[in-house]
């Protein structure tokens, strides 16, 4: 009886060490990308003056593009004002914001 206590406890420590290790994508995107992209992936008014190109995701956006070319972009940026990310996050980081960012239905 005690070791089956045990065994529950450690089974749950370890599933919050698991989950706590995961990167955070929903919270990688709030605090990296939202002010550029908006938190639903739709860019207010005023970026889109000043960045005419950047991109409403959505379903449309996303079935023209690999997660291989939304990590190549993460990595090492497009354009001009997409900048490269990848001095600033690891590679974890930006598989988690890229699965995350396919989630996005602005
Ligand atoms: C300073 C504003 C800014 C920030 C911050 C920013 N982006 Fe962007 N992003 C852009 C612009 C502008 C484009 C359009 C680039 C182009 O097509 O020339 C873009 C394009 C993209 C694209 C589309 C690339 C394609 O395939 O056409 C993805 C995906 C993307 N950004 C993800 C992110 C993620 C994830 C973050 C946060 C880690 C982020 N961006 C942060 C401005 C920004």
Redesign the pocket.
Known sequence: MRSLVLFGLFATLAAARAAAQAPDGKA??EA??A???GSTGRPSPA?KKM?P???L?GESFFAT?SDA??LA??TNG??????P?KDR?SADEMTA??RY?RSLRP
């Open positions: 990688l995107f990296n990308c002010k550029c992209h970026i960045f190109e950047i991109p995701y593009r070319d939304i972009v993460l497009k354009g001009k004002n997409m900048k990310w996050l914001l890229a960012i």
